[in-house]
């Protein structure tokens, strides 16, 4: 029942990557040697203040630990951005980390 849910609650392990100065900007803003650099290796590359590639793989991996630590009856709604949710897919299919992972479809609103 609604009453015995627990509250919904905020992870900052599900945030999208941190794209550190870049942040909010558009790509033309910034494009240059070190965008272009990190864009050919966004795993171990990471933009000004942000963090790598797989930096969030390993948030997200994380986060997947706990949820298959739940018991079985335990139903969890996660809602979340494409980055997130393209490392959570390619985890979930026993992919690593590679180009293929964010190359991946994710569409606004979509569900999974």
């Known amino acids: 029942s609604p009453e ?4 919904p609650r905020e992870d900052a392990r599900l945030a999208e990557l941190d794209f550190g100065e ?3 900007r558009r790509w033309e803003e ?3 040697a070190e965008s272009e650099a990190w864009a050919l290796d966004p795993w171990r590359g990471r933009p000004p203040g942000g963090e790598s590639g797989l930096e969030l793989w390993a948030r997200v991996a994380a986060v997947r630990a706990e949820a298959r630590r739940l018991p079985a009856e335990a139903r ?3 809602v979340t951005h494409a980055g997130v949710i393209r490392c959570w ?3 979930a299919a026993g992919e690593g980390p590679g180009a293929g ?3 991946r479809r994710v569409d606004h609103g979509e569900w999974w």
């Open 4 to 7: 015995n849910r627990p509250p």
């Open 22 to 24: 870049w942040e909010g």
């Open 30 to 32: 910034f494009r240059g």
């Open 76 to 78: 969890v709604l996660i």
């Open 89 to 91: 897919l390619a985890q």
């Open 101 to 103: 992972v964010f190359g």
